[in-house]
């Protein structure tokens, strides 16, 4: 398949060198991450669509991850990639390049959601961001969040539903949320989202928590939810301190004052894990999941989560 040539300076941008540059937070991603380690993850993926040339599979993947740090719908990234300057010098675009339309950057994100290239290219920064010393493995925040889908609840009229979400009623909270849930595993300190696996949103918090535990972290940090004793052991026996909160029951209704002690202790320190979730669903727009089935809802959280530890990379190395 033949590639689109991209990123040819154009006559207008060498009379005025200063709409090549810049110094904002894509400006600083564009030199932190090694982007061309993601090429041999991405490999021959690409979508030309009807027999044209393919844009390069690299900016591709940067334009899934723009669209991801602001929330935008396919229509508003072509739009944005169209408009805005900024958004051209980080994917590799010129004054006189074409912008990838709507229906591309759709396929594309298909294509790598059917080949499974998405937990490669999380794993991929992930290595990235050990390299440069970010992750710190003190601990691991556990924790989940409901996230709406776009899709008509059952029963509503004319409308077609999302067979796979699923209603959830959230606890202090009335009325119920019918769509999926994202559980992540945040490393204490930096931010930075280490794991992510998303469910249908009835899937209670403590069922997918093993497979979020990294194996090399200090402390595994949780509230009440993830508290089992066998849980409790494992970590023991794998050298990692169990900070789980503990809950009341029926032969111990009322928890003593240690116990509530200890679970302010964990709270105090798990509580940043509330700020990952605040980004993503009011600074990054992951406030819904805008495609139906939990293979394409889990592609959009998991490029969400890339996107979130590329902006906590930038504010880091942030000046």
């Known amino acids: 398949m033949a590639v689109k040539s991209t990123g040819q300076f154009s006559f ?80 590799g675009l010129v004054l006189t390049d074409a912008v990838p339309d709507h229906s591309t950057i759709c396929r594309y994100r298909t294509l790598l959601v059917e080949h499974g290239m998405l937990e490669p290219l999380f794993a991929e920064l992930d290595k990235q961001l050990d390299e440069a010393g970010l992750i710190l493995r003190r601990g691991t925040m556990l924790d989940a969040t409901v996230i709406e889908t776009s899709a008509a609840r059952p029963g509503a009229p004319h409308a077609t539903s999302d067979p796979e979400a699923r209603f959830t009623r959230r606890q202090g909270r009335s009325g119920s949320s019918f769509g999926y849930k994202a559980h992540v595993a945040v490393d204490e300190g930096s931010g930075l989202i280490r794991a992510v696996i998303t469910t249908p949103a009835n899937v209670n918090d403590t069922v997918p928590a093993d497979l979020l535990i990294r194996g ?74 805008r495609y139906r089935g939990l293979v394409k809802a889990s592609g959009q959280v998991l490029i969400a989560a890339m996107a979130f530890n590329m902006r906590r990379w930038a504010a880091i190395a942030a000046p």
């Open 12 to 91: 207008v941008e060498a009379l005025a060198p200063h709409l090549a540059g810049g110094s904002g937070r894509l400006d600083r991603l564009h030199g932190l991450v090694q982007w061309h380690r993601f090429e041999p993850v991405l490999g021959s993926v690409r979508d030309g669509g009807s027999g044209r040339p393919a844009y390069p599979s690299v900016l591709m993947f940067k334009v899934l991850l723009l669209q991801s740090l602001y929330g935008l719908s396919d229509a508003e990234t072509e739009e944005a990639l169209v408009d805005r300057l900024s958004f051209r010098r980080f994917v």
């Open 216 to 289: 090399d972290e200090a402390a595994v940090l949780a509230d009440a939810a993830y508290h089992t004793h066998a849980r409790q052991a494992a970590l023991k026996a794998r050298g990692i301190k169990p900070r789980l909160m503990r809950r009341p029951h029926k032969t111990h209704p009322v928890l003593p004052p240690r116990l509530k002690h200890y679970n302010r202790l964990i709270s105090r320190r798990r509580c940043a894990v509330e700020t990952t979730f605040a980004t993503l669903k009011r600074r990054m727009g992951l406030a819904t999941i």
